[in-house]
């Protein structure tokens, strides 16, 4: 089992930035990818930004050249900077892990992200 906390979701204004964390503990040894994903309301899920434990990562075209994925593999903690926020980022994001070999998906519990204009 793995478990992810979220934090540093708030309220900002359109154009400032954010920085949301997300520490995974119990059996990290086995985490592959760690990543985001959000959900705003009356919409699907979706991809915002994921890294592999190699470093390889992915955005979502929406948020390219905004955001940033890193990763602290020795402490088990992924973090998403996010810049020149906008309105349509306002969601719930999600913290996301996946295993390896065998492979299981964990979320976190979200946390708010929004963005007034």
């Known amino acids: 089992q793995v478990q992810l906390v979220e934090s540093g979701g708030d309220l900002v204004q359109a154009g400032g930035s954010l920085r949301l964390s997300c520490a995974a503990s119990?059996?990290?040894?086995?985490?592959?990818?760690m990543g985001w994903y959000r959900q705003a309301p009356g919409k699907e899920r979706e991809l915002v930004a994921i890294?592999?434990?190699?470093?390889?990562?992915k955005y979502a075209d929406s948020v390219k050249g905004r955001f940033a994925i890193s990763r602290d593999n020795a402490n088990n903690t992924v973090y998403l900077q996010m810049n020149v926020l906008k309105a349509e980022d306002t969601a719930v994001y999600y913290c996301?892990?996946?295993?390896?070999?065998?492979?299981?998906?964990?979320w976190g519990q979200g946390t708010q992200v929004t963005v007034s204009s």
């Open positions: 890294m592999m434990r190699g470093g390889a990562t």
């Open positions: 119990g059996r990290t040894g086995s985490i592959n990818a």
């Open positions: 996301y892990a996946d295993t390896w070999p065998v492979s299981y998906e964990y």
